[in-house]
């Protein structure tokens, strides 16, 4: 079964500190791409990264960034320099060619703290 | 550009109920898909629809259905309803029939069942 673990359900940071969530994954497929997805308390999940697998280089997007570990099928999620507003459930996600459906880990809970 | 709306976005039923719910998609995009989001399982899939068809299907009893119509909307439908079909109903859209570029959420529908 493909699966998305993260081992963090729960988080708490200082404001302006730098915070890295953790996500492990499992599949056998080669084809597929890896999401970060953010749902703050109004509920609608924002997609914040998204990283193509075959490509190496980590995906970047202002303040986040990942680190894509293939081999390890690692894919944890860097927030630099934290801001009040990145308070929210933080869900790594996967995308399979083979299922054509993205699945979901159990999500993260991060509080920025002022 | 309006984006995924879904309505209602509360919803009470009793048991036994059935329960219709809807989602209209970015404009352009013909792609719907739908998810369950509880405390305990987190988010999964239910079904996906692109130009009125479903493509694909979750693990949920015969009790969830959903349709597309020609303008893309969707709905979805949960008959007899159970304790445990109370969450939150969320809805997503993409312009191609496939999720590797990652969906665009609604804000949910949150359905309790009592």
């Known amino acids: 079964a493909q699966t998305v673990t993260q081992s963090q359900p729960e988080m708490s940071v200082q404001e302006a500190e730098t915070v890295t969530l953790s996500c492990t994954y499992d599949t056998s497929e080669n084809n597929y791409y890896l999401f970060w997805y953010k749902q703050p308390p109004s509920r609608q999940m924002i997609l914040v990264i998204r990283q193509e697998a075959y490509k190496q280089q980590n995906a970047t997007e202002n303040r986040f960034s990942v680190n894509f570990q293939k081999a390890a099928k690692s894919f944890s999620l860097k927030i630099s320099d934290s801001q009040l507003g990145d308070t929210a459930m933080y869900f790594c996600?996967?995308?399979?060619?083979?299922?054509?459906?993205?699945?979901f880990g159990k999500g993260t809970r991060l509080h920025i703290l002022p | 550009k309006a984006g995924v709306t879904q309505t209602p976005r509360y919803l009470i039923k009793t048991r036994g109920q059935q329960v219709t719910l809807s989602c209209s998609p970015i404009?352009?995009?013909?792609?719907v898909s739908w998810y369950q989001q509880t405390p305990g399982q987190g988010l999964q899939f239910l079904f996906e629809y692109f130009s009125e068809t479903q493509r694909n299907k979750g693990n949920f009893p015969g009790r969830f259905s959903g349709r597309q119509f020609s303008n893309s909307r969707s709905e979805m439908n949960v008959s007899t309803l159970e304790l445990g079909d109370s969450a939150l109903y969320l809805c997503?859209?993409?312009?191609?029939?496939?999720?590797?570029?990652?969906?665009?959420f609604g804000s949910g529908t949150r359905l309790t069942v009592v």
């Open positions: 996600a996967f995308w399979l060619n083979r299922d054509d459906k993205i699945i």
């Open positions: 404009s352009g995009h013909r792609s």
């Open positions: 997503a859209s993409s312009l191609a029939p496939t999720g590797r570029y990652g969906y665009t």
